[in-house]
């Protein structure tokens, strides 16, 4: 998949108050918890998600797939990127982990993903025009970031 050729979503940072290695830690764990509840494989079976179900080598690393989403690449304590697909929607959603400089890291989730056809309009309507995704990704973020500063 060409992730460069996907439209930009958005983008939503935050700054965790802990050491990159601890970050990426924790962006591992909170990912396999939040996609691994039964929730999200009702959601995956609901759409037509391409990945069902956990698989691949872990902690997460290229190949590695839980509900809705596959690692296309992983470069430990910098970048993950995440790509996936169903029925209404081809998708990427980018992980930077950043050093920010006083033992903090900035971690940014960049999105991306293009919605074909009128079932797909109706989808980007619904997750993004509604404001659902950016509240999920928030909650993602935050989700990490506790995690990570929980260590310390």
Known sequence: MDIAALPRI?????????????????????????????????????????????????????????????????EPGRELVLVGRHRFSTYALVFRVEAAGGGRTRLRAESRARFPGPGGALYRLLVVGTGAHALLTGRLLAAVRRRAEKVR
């Open 10 to 74: 958005d983008e939503h940072a935050t700054l965790v108050a802990a050491p990159a290695g601890e970050v990426w830690d924790a962006l591992g764990e909170v990912l396999e918890e939040s996609f691994g509840r039964p929730r999200s494989a009702r959601y995956a079976r609901l759409v037509g998600v391409a990945d069902r179900t956990a698989s691949g080598p872990r902690p997460l690393a290229r190949g590695s797939a839980f509900p809705g989403f596959r690692v296309a690449d992983a």
